[in-house]
Each structure stands twice: as structure tokens, then as C-alpha cells.
């Protein structure tokens, strides 16, 4: 987490501050080497705030210790060292630090410095939560939705990411929206899932502009908006979203919530195609099969088809089976097609299972 003074009061002049700092007083050293960090009042120096931060820290002070394991964590100012990072962080929070709190749990689970040991962060994470780190809070819900290093316990998940996201954490918004719309650990609500997600979007989160989107096309917890779908999806995709790029080309593809037009949705298939959304290529096979938004090129739609049926997507595998046993596209080869078809159906695929049926094939 970057190292911040919102404790400190900026009252005081810099003179004062250094002034005091000089005179040996540890948080004054403290805010001293907060400000070499930030660099928005004197120019950035992380060997000078390394300096303030060392002075303030041997006094015990716990911001100054926090700041110094925090400059050892990231190498500024000093030579990176993750064991010197977590003395410091532990002796900030062994007096109550949250921020040093969390970063030492951080350590724990990412076995920076210290063995790798979940319940450890855990611990530290819960610490922190506990004085009201809303990242804290994401944290400790995540140990328990995942299962690390606690049994899964959805309610307990479902506790600490409403913590967090009553504090505008986006995330968690995003991840309690989601134990709403699967019914995990509070009851199933749509509506409650949709006003999570909507706070988590309108801070341009893009997870949650994607999930907007999602309810507004198939109206979970909202009134069908294919418009109000289209405008979020686009905000996602301008995020670089795959999942919004390919849901902007089916919106274009049928003209619901925006003009129709079938070059935009090819272009929005073939960017998340692009990308490996499997969906996607099987898409952009379609639109070179019938021609829909470019030229109709049978050759490229298999290779799409084909990019999509080797990620496990079933319409694509039914499209190269057909492909094959059609000769379109490629050399005719029904063994291969049946080989394909079979594939398909075996997941589930209807147009696969119907194929199959109707060549008396047992699958």
C-alpha cells in the first residue's frame, strides 16, 4: 500500500516540521519523510525520507517504523530487502498501525521476508480490518469466500466485504454483489446484487460496470435496459474488458440498445477474439461463414472455429465438425467431422447431439 500521512496534520509549516524534526521529534521526523516520499511540497527524495524515516523509527514511533519497512519493501532510498521490511512493519504493528498491519500480513501470504504462513496474515489482515482498513476487510472476506487458511464461510465473507464496501471499496461491492446474485452466504437478491455492483461501476470500477451491464441485458434485478446495457458495456470495454467487447458485438450484432450493425459487432468479436475469448472466435467464424459485417471467406471462418473448438468452446468444436464433414472451409474429412461433432455434444451441444442423432451415430 503507498505510504500516506492522512493522520498527520498539515497545519504546520515545512519550516516547523523540520525545525522540530531536528530537535529529535519522532513524528515530526515521521511527516518529514512522508513528505520526500510524496514529493508534493519538496522535491522527491527517498534517501532523505529514508534518513527521517530511520531517525523517527529508532525513537519508536510507529509511523516511522511503518514508513521504513515500507521504503525497505520497494528499495527507495535504500537497498530492497523484504527481512528488514518486515521488522519494521511487525514493530508498527505490534503498536496498533494498520497500514502496517496489512502490508505485514501481505508479507505473510506472499512469504516476502518471512515464511509463508496464511493464518499469520490472516491474523494481522483481521487486525487491521478490525480498526476499520476497508482493504483490511476485503482481505479477511476473501481468506474466507476462498477458503485460505480458514474453512469457507460465505457468511463471514459476506459480513467483511459489506464492511469494506460501505466504505466505497470497490471490490468488495463488487464480490458482495456477487454472493447476493449466487445466493452465498446472504439470500439470493438480485436487486441487492444490482445496487452493489452499481455503486462498485459508478467509481469507474470496471467489474462492476461489466455486471451492470450483464443485469440491464438479461434484467437481473432491474428492468430489461438494452440501451443502458450498451452504455456500460462500453464503459468496460473501454477498459479494455473482453467480456464487455464481445457482449457490444452481440448488442450490435442484433441491433438491441444500439443501431444494428453487423461491421461493428465483427469488429467487437474480432478484438476479444483476438484476446482468446473463445465465445468471440466462434463469433468471428460465424460472421466469415455468412458474410455478416466482411467478406464472406469460408477458409477463415474454420480457423476461427477452429481457435475456438481447442479452448472447449462446444459451437465452436460443432462448427469444425461441420466444417470437416461439409468440406467447407477445408479438406472434407467426415471421420474427423464426426470426430468433432462427437466432442461437441459430449458438452452438451444440442445442434451436435441433433447431427449425431440424425446420422444414427451413438455419441
Excluded at 59 to 85: A, C, I, M, P, R
Excluded at 111 to 126: C, D, I, P, S
Excluded at 138 to 146: F, I, N, R, S
Excluded at 250 to 276: C, D, R, S, W
Amino acid at each position: 500500500m503507498l505510504l500516506g500521512c492522512s493522520s498527520i496534520s498539515h497545519c504546520q509549516s515545512l519550516e516547523e516540521y523540520e525545525t522540530a524534526a531536528s530537535k529529535g521529534d519522532a513524528k515530526a521526523q515521521a511527516v518529514l519523510g512522508s513528505l520526500y516520499i510524496r514529493g508534493n511540497v519538496v522535491k522527491q527524495d527517498c534517501e532523505e525520507a529514508a534518513k527521517w524515516m530511520k531517525k523517527s523509527a529508532e525513537q519508536g514511533n510507529d509511523l516511522g517504523q511503518y514508513g521504513l519497512g515500507w521504503l525497505y519493501f520497494k528499495g527507495y532510498g535504500v537497498e530492497k530487502n523484504y527481512t528488514e521490511s518486515v521488522k519494521w512493519y511487525k514493530k508498527a504493528a505490534e503498536q496498533g498501525n494498520p497500514d502496517a498491519q496489512s502490508d505485514l500480513a501481505v508479507c505473510y501470504e506472499q512469504g516476502l521476508g518471512v515464511t509463508k504462513n496464511y493464518a499469520e496474515a490472516l491474523r494481522w489482515f483481521r487486525k487491521a480490518a478490525e480498526q476499520g482498513s476497508s482493504y483490511a476487510q476485503y482481505c479477511v472476506a476473501d481468506y474466507y469466500m476462498e477458503g485460505t487458511g480458514v474453512p469457507i464461510n460465505y457468511e463471514e465473507a459476506s459480513k467483511w466485504y459489506r464492511l469494506s464496501g460501505e466504505q466505497g471499496y470497490a471490490t468488495a461491492q463488487v464480490k458482495l454483489g456477487d454472493l447476493y446474485y449466487l445466493g452465498k452466504g446472504v439470500a439470493k437478491n438480485n436487486s441487492e446484487a444490482f445496487k452493489w455492483y452499481m455503486k462498485a461501476a459508478e467509481q469507474g470500477n470496471v467489474d462492476g460496470q461489466l455486471d451492470v451491464g450483464d443485469c440491464y441485458k438479461n434484467g437481473y434485478g432491474v428492468n430489461i435496459n438494452y440501451t443502458e446495457a450498451a452504455k456500460w458495456y462500453n464503459k468496460a470495454a473501454d477498459q479494455g474488458n473482453m467480456d464487455a467487447k464481445y457482449n457490444l458485438g452481440i448488442l450490435y450484432f442484433y441491433g438491441n440498445g444500439v443501431p444494428q450493425n453487423h461491421e461493428m459487432a465483427f469488429n467487437y468479436f474480432m478484438t476479444a477474439a483476438k484476446q482468446g475469448y473463445n465465445a468471440a472466435q466462434n463469433n468471428v467464424g460465424v460472421c466469415y461463414k455468412k458474410g455478416y459485417g466482411t467478406t464472406q471467406n469460408l477458409g477463415e471462418a474454420f480457423k476461427w472455429y477452429m481457435k475456438a473448438a481447442e479452448q472447449g468452446n462446444a459451437d465452436g468444436m460443432f462448427n469444425v465438425g461441420a466444417c470437416y464433414y461439409n468440406g467447407e472451409g477445408v479438406q472434407k474429412d467426415e471421420q474427423k467431422g464426426i470426430k468433432w461433432l462427437t466432442a461437441a455434444a459430449r458438452k452438451g451441444n444440442p445442434n451436435a447431439q441433433k447431427t449425431l442423432k440424425d446420422l444414427n451415430i451413438k455419441w
